[in-house]
């Protein structure tokens, strides 16, 4: 999960925006814990996309 969708208990407002000390530090703590949690999914269906796309080049190539 990313955290730019995450709403913060204390303060509600995006934890991406780290308006509050508790939003900053559960902004740093995913950080830190998941360092593709900064990815959008759209970023991360686009690597996904050229990885499938790289494998297949390669097995073509090697056929």
Request: with cysteine.
């Amino acid at each position: 999960m990313t955290y730019d969708r995450l709403v913060c208990a204390n303060c509600a407002a995006p934890v991406s925006e780290g308006r509050c000390r508790v939003c900053r530090a559960n902004r740093e703590r995913l950080q830190q814990e998941h360092p593709w949690g900064s990815l959008s999914p759209a970023a991360l269906i686009t690597l996904l996309i050229v990885l499938v796309g790289a494998v297949a080049l390669l097995a073509h190539r090697t056929v």
